[in-house]
C-alpha cells in the first residue's frame, strides 16, 4: 500500500493501519483456531482429546473478544479525542466570531448619571458632556436599560 | 435500485446483520445436532462449530455495527472540521466594508430594539 493510500485510510477512519492489521490478525487467528479445534474433535471418538479442542475453541472466542475489544476502545477513544479537538475549535471560532461582531462600547461598562436609575452606554447622547458614574446592568439593582442607546 | 444503493452505502452493517443472523443459525443447528445425540463425542463437534463458532459470528457482527457507528460519527466530525475550516477562512466583514469605504457594520440587535 502507498504512503499517500495509508495517510487515507489513516485521515478517513478512526483507526491506524496498524490496529485494522492488529485485529484483522486476531479475527483471522480465532478463525484458524475455531476451525482446528472442530477438525481435531471430530476427527476422534476419544473424550479426553476432544476436550483439549473444546479449550482450543474457547481460547479463539476469548482472542476474537479481547481484539474486538481493543479495536472498539482504540475507536471510541480517536472519536473523543477528535471531538474535544473540534470542540477546542468551535470554541475559539465562536468566541473569535462574536468579538468580531460587538462593537467597542459593548466591551466597556455601562454608565448612569447621579439622579437617574436608567444605565446608558458610554456614548450615548443623554450622557454625554455629563457627569457619570459605573452603572450596573442587572436589573435587580434597580436600575433600567436606556431606550435611545439599548446598552 | 434502491436496494442496491442501501447495500452499497451501508455494507458495513448489512455484512454485520448477516453475520449475526449466520451466527443465530448456526448456534440453532449447534443445539439441534447436541440434542439430537446422547454421546458426548459426537456432541463436542457440534459444540464447536455450531456453540463456538455461531458465538464468534455473533461477536463479529456486533463488532463490524459498533464500528460502522464510530465510522459515521468520524465522518460526521470530517464534516464539522471542514465547516470551521470554512468559516474560518472567511474574511472579515468589518474590514472588507472598512476597505470600500462604507461604515463599519452595526450590531444587528441595536438596530431590531430600535426598530
Sequence with gaps: MSASARQTLEMSSPWTLSEVRATFVSIVLSVAMLIIGWWLASGT?????QIGAVVLGIAAVVALGIGSFFWLLQGRRAVAL????????????????????????????PVRLAESNRYHRPSCVLVHGKPVTPASRVRDAGTEPCEMCCP | MEMKSFVHAQWDRVTAALMVLVGVIMLLIGWIGVSGTGLSAEQMPYVISGGLGGIVLVAIGCTLWL??????EWRRLDALEKRLEELSRRPDPQVRSSDNGAAPRRRERSTAANA
Design chain 1, 45 to 49: 471418538g476419544q473424550v479426553n482429546r
Design chain 1, 82 to 109: 477528535r471531538q474535544s479537538q473540534i470542540l477546542g475549535r468551535v470554541e475559539a471560532t465562536v468566541s473569535a466570531a462574536a468579538e468580531k461582531d460587538l462593537p467597542e462600547t459593548d466591551l466597556e461598562l
Design chain 2, 67 to 72: 464500528s460502522a457507528d464510530l465510522q459515521d
